[in-house]
């Protein structure tokens, strides 16, 4: 196979008994060219695919190569090279040392959906073979994604899991960052067999692969995780719970997701439970940090943190989740919940621990 670099290892060539598959990168296929009789197909804007197959295959109609494609069974080809390629990565690192290969390669390899109806749009702009190119891997991109959803292609980050089917496999497709991180290690910590796939991949999966096997991470999922593994929260810093708060509740509409969570940030950087019965009053009166002169150190915990971000601030003081009935049905009564402002922003002043 040929990488970026346009090296050659042919233990990663595919074979089965009807053809040979090589990817290239686009400057390197003049070399193969030149050296076989190989066909192409462009499989993504920066690969380029070189079949070859067998000589019998070659009296096959050439009007119609998406219909030669599968009786040649390219897809199912395609995902067990994919799958045999995987298999030489080592996906813990970022890089192979013994390949110089990393599990972004594999990826790279899977096409992309809406980049090829991007192509497929634009086919104008292009030769007549470059348009034929374009035509023939966008009728035949949704047989090579439903191949790949039957191959153990996914590698769970969760110790002990290795290559995940997609049945088995949690998507943690939030953007790269500390709340992806939180999740990564609140969900592994519950043996969740979490991966992290590109946005193209995630795409392609839940387009063209079983969907009732998918399973992507939501507000929800880690609502109810942590509600049965509590205890995972007494490991976490206070910026890893504000941003498990912050991806529940600003992900999702509904406040009850973080009852009986211990998420409930308060100004003296210690977190509290949301409750919605017999809750202490958590007062809300202002996102500044100078109120807190006017009272007792020891009473700061009856405030809300004034220190956490605005979108996150302003959540919690809304409506919401200051007990104003949405229905009878989805929200507790006004009395019910543990947070909330009251009439004059702040506590009275028998409350005031310096008078």
Same mark, same amino acid.
């Given at each position: 196979?040929?990488?970026?670099? =346009?090296?050659?290892?042919?233990?990663?060539?595919?074979?089965?008994?009807?053809?040979? $598959?090589?990817?290239?990168?686009?400057?390197?296929?003049? +070399?193969?060219?030149? *050296?076989?009789?190989?066909?192409?197909?462009?499989?993504?804007?920066?690969?380029?695919?070189?079949?070859?197959?067998?000589?019998?295959? &070659?009296?096959?109609?050439?009007?119609?190569?998406? /219909?030669?494609?599968?009786?040649?069974?390219?897809?199912?080809?395609?995902?067990?090279?994919?799958?045999?390629?995987?298999?030489?990565?080592?996906? +813990?690192?970022?890089?192979?040392s013994s390949s110089?290969?990393? $599990?972004?390669?594999?990826?790279?390899?899977?096409?992309?959906?809406?980049?090829?109806?991007?192509?497929?749009?634009?086919?104008?702009?292009?030769?007549?073979?470059?348009?034929?190119?374009?035509? @023939?891997?966008?009728?035949?991109?949704?047989?090579?994604?439903?191949?790949?959803?039957?191959?153990?292609?996914?590698? *769970? #980050? /969760?110790?002990?899991?290795?290559?995940?089917?997609?049945?088995?496999?949690? @998507?943690?497709?939030?953007?790269?960052?500390? %709340?992806?991180?939180?999740?990564?290690?609140?969900?592994?910590? !519950?043996?969740?067999?979490?991966? %992290?796939?590109?946005?193209? #991949? @995630? &795409? =392609?999966?839940?387009?063209?692969?079983?969907?009732?096997?998918?399973?992507?991470?939501?507000?929800?999922?880690?609502?109810?995780?942590?509600?049965?593994?509590?205890?995972?929260?007494?490991?976490?810093?206070?910026?890893?719970?504000?941003?498990?708060?912050?991806?529940? @509740?600003? &992900?999702?509409?509904?406040?009850?997701? #973080?009852?009986?969570l211990e998420l409930?940030?308060?100004?003296?950087? /210690?977190? +509290?439970?949301?409750?919605?019965?017999? !809750?202490?009053?958590?007062? $809300?009166?202002?996102?500044?940090?100078?109120?807190?002169?006017?009272?007792?150190?020891?009473?700061?915990?009856?405030?809300?943190?004034?220190?956490?971000?605005?979108?996150?601030?302003?959540?919690?003081?809304?409506?919401?989740?200051?007990?104003?009935?949405?229905?009878?049905? /989805?929200?507790? *009564?006004?009395?019910?919940?543990? +947070?909330?402002?009251?009439?004059?922003?702040?506590? *009275?002043?028998?409350?005031?621990?310096?008078?």
């Open positions: 196979m040929y990488t970026n670099n =346009g090296k050659v290892d042919n233990s990663h060539t595919y074979f089965n008994e009807y053809m040979a $598959i090589e990817v290239l990168s686009s400057e390197s296929s003049n +070399i193969l060219l030149q *050296s076989q009789n190989y066909q192409s197909i462009q499989l993504t804007s920066s690969r380029i695919l070189y079949y070859c197959t067998c000589p019998s295959l &070659n009296s096959l109609s050439k009007d119609d190569l998406c /219909t030669k494609l599968r009786q040649i069974k390219f897809p199912q080809a395609y995902a067990l090279f994919l799958k045999d390629l995987s298999r030489l990565i080592k996906p +813990i690192t970022s890089l192979s110089n290969l990393s $599990i972004d390669l594999i990826w790279e390899l899977m096409p992309d959906v809406d980049e090829h109806q991007r192509l497929l749009n634009e086919k104008h702009k292009y030769s007549l073979q470059q348009q034929q190119n374009v035509q @023939i891997i966008n009728n035949i991109i949704p047989d090579i994604w439903r191949e790949i959803g039957k191959q153990e292609l996914f590698y *769970s #980050v /969760t110790d002990g899991w290795g290559y995940v089917a997609i049945e088995d496999m949690i @998507i943690n497709n939030v953007e790269s960052g500390p %709340i992806q991180d939180v999740l990564t290690y609140v969900f592994s910590e !519950a043996n969740a067999p979490i991966v %992290i796939l590109p946005s193209h #991949v @995630i &795409n =392609g999966l839940c387009k063209y692969s079983n969907k009732h096997y998918l399973q992507v991470m939501t507000p929800f999922h880690a609502s109810e995780l942590l509600a049965k593994n509590s205890s995972i929260l007494l490991r976490l810093t206070f910026e890893q719970k504000l941003s498990l708060l912050k991806y529940i @509740i600003l &992900n999702d509409p509904d406040p009850t997701l #973080v009852l009986e409930l940030p308060l100004a003296n950087n /210690t977190f +509290i439970t949301f409750q919605t019965k017999q !809750a202490s009053i958590v007062y $809300i009166v202002d996102k500044s940090v100078d109120f807190l002169k006017l009272f007792h150190i020891k009473q700061h915990d009856r405030f809300l943190n004034p220190n956490i971000d605005q979108d996150l601030f302003d959540k919690l003081s809304s409506k919401n989740f200051q007990g104003i009935r949405r229905s009878e049905s /989805t929200s507790p *009564s006004s009395r019910d919940r543990g +947070i909330r402002r009251s009439e004059s922003t702040s506590p *009275s002043s028998r409350d005031r621990g310096n008078e």
